[in-house]
């Protein structure tokens, strides 16, 4: 398997600074994608950039020195540009721009995969993040297939290369597809590869080597991003590079501990033991143990609960 370059999603609400600092000390990354910074129609803070992207205090690198990217998502291509400016000023590792976010609350404001249905606007938002960017920052784009169809992915595609983008992450399915297993389309990945000449990144339904194989081979591109398959297995980058074998229970659990006990600033109460519970749940893909677990804490609120329920689990095991 020909494997170039394994690059970390940007998963909205699941893959924050802390579950990007523990996979990347556990795999070989080449980079990592943050979660989206909403652009409406003014230069956002410095705060705001920092909030979700604290490796700009530190060279736009992860603890393991993994350079981390800022991913910006709006509709309006002048404020797109202005803040894709500030994100390099402050370390940003270039910058991507979300044309792919399937969630209601972003399609519902214009953004995100809405704009799948507007080729010549994405054209725009590009051209101009391009432009007030300049040609020595790295610009990626990740987009879906499409919004009900395929039926402008290719037009989509060529309007980011043309608009100066450096590469396209595409992940294959349409915002209609959802993440249906069985729409991942990896073939018409590879036909846009064939037309634009630009690297293009493959995304969507990796969860394990044969996966990685299967969508290398279909898309054929050597640069994969890996999202919801890397949570479940949180080795698996390096399963693909090194034919390492997938982490322990007893190491997923050491790893679920070390996030319940981060501290976690400016936050609603809530929202870590949230997290915690969240990624427990894509760990029942792969690990029979954790249904049972998910189960124990699935009532308990804290995160100090949480966190003293797993390390009863840990003393135990």
Request: hydrophobic content about 40%.
């Amino acid at each position: 398997m020909n494997i170039d370059r394994i690059i970390l999603a940007p998963m909205e609400g699941v893959l924050d600074y802390h579950v990007r600092q523990i996979l990347t000390e556990i795999n070989a990354l080449d980079y990592c994608v943050t979660e989206f910074v909403r652009i409406t129609h003014h230069k956002l803070s410095n705060r705001t950039f920092y909030r979700l992207c604290p490796e700009l205090h530190h060279g736009g690198k992860t603890a393991s020195g993994t350079p981390v990217r800022v991913q910006i998502l709006g509709q309006s291509p002048e404020w797109m540009a202005e803040n894709a400016v500030k994100a390099i000023e402050l370390g940003s590792y270039g910058v991507d721009i979300n044309f792919g976010c399937p969630a209601k609350t972003v399609v519902g404001s214009h953004g995100g995969a809405y704009l799948l249905q507007y080729p010549d606007q994405i054209f725009n938002i590009v051209k101009q993040v391009r432009q007030a960017m300049g040609t020595s920052e790295i610009l990626s784009v990740k987009i879906r297939l499409g919004w009900a169809d395929k039926s402008y992915c290719y037009e989509i595609a060529d309007a980011i290369a043309l608009a100066g983008a450096n590469e396209l992450v595409i992940h294959g399915r349409t915002k209609a597809d959802g993440y249906k297993a069985d729409k991942i389309d990896w073939q018409t990945i590879g036909n846009i590869k064939q037309r634009v000449n630009i690297p293009i990144i493959a995304n969507g339904e990796i969860f394990s080597i044969q996966h990685a194989q299967d969508c290398v081979r279909q898309s054929q591109t050597s640069d994969i991003m890996l999202g919801r398959g890397i949570l479940t297995i949180p080795n698996l980058a390096n399963m693909l590079r090194f034919n390492e074998a997938p982490l322990s229970w007893k190491n997923v659990l050491n790893i679920l501990m070390r996030y319940a006990t981060t501290t976690i600033e400016d936050v609603k109460p809530l929202y870590h033991s949230a997290r915690i519970k969240q990624w427990l749940a894509y760990f029942r893909q792969y690990y029979a143990p954790a249904s049972d677990l998910l189960s124990q804490i699935r009532t308990l609120k804290t995160q100090k609960e949480i966190s003293e329920h797993l390390k009863r689990i840990i003393e135990q095991s």
